[in-house]
């Protein structure tokens, strides 16, 4: 081979070791959002289920909400949603935040104010 095949050659396996990295890339985020989604499906049961449990995780929810508010830590545009979604009846709540359609949930499910609070343990 000459030297021009031989770039050649370079240029297409360099095309597709960066074509092959751009797919484990996008695998790898679609995992994380498998991740976060099955986070908040845990959530939604404990929401639907364990009254005692509903009530201390929307309270801290509100209150990580509050204080992303009152500290500006994150964007506008995720307190409010969040703000709008914790003042639903829990059923609707569950359905918003673990919806797999729709732009803003796999957006929100990145921030959110349940998964300081799923980590702690149930008292």
């Not at 050649?8 to 498998?34: F, G, K, N, P, Y």
């Not at 990580?64 to 979604?85: F, H």
């Not at 359609?101 to 609070?117: D, E, K, L, M």
Request: hydrophobic share 45%; with cysteine.
């Amino acid at each position: 081979m000459d030297i021009l095949s031989n770039l050649l050659w370079m240029e297409i396996l360099t095309a597709s070791e960066a074509w092959q990295a751009r797919v484990r890339a996008r695998l790898d985020q679609a995992h994380v959002e498998q991740r976060r989604l099955m986070v908040h499906q845990q959530i939604a049961i404990d929401l639907l289920s364990n009254t005692a449990r509903r009530r201390a995780l929307l309270k801290s929810a509100r209150a990580e909400v509050r204080r992303w508010s009152e500290l500006q830590l994150c964007s506008p545009d995720y307190i409010e949603r969040w703000s709008a979604w914790l003042e639903l009846p829990v059923p609707q709540l569950v359905a918003s935040m673990c919806s797999t359609s729709g732009a803003w949930a796999p957006a929100v499910r990145q921030n959110s104010p349940f998964t300081a609070v799923a980590r702690r343990p149930e008292s």
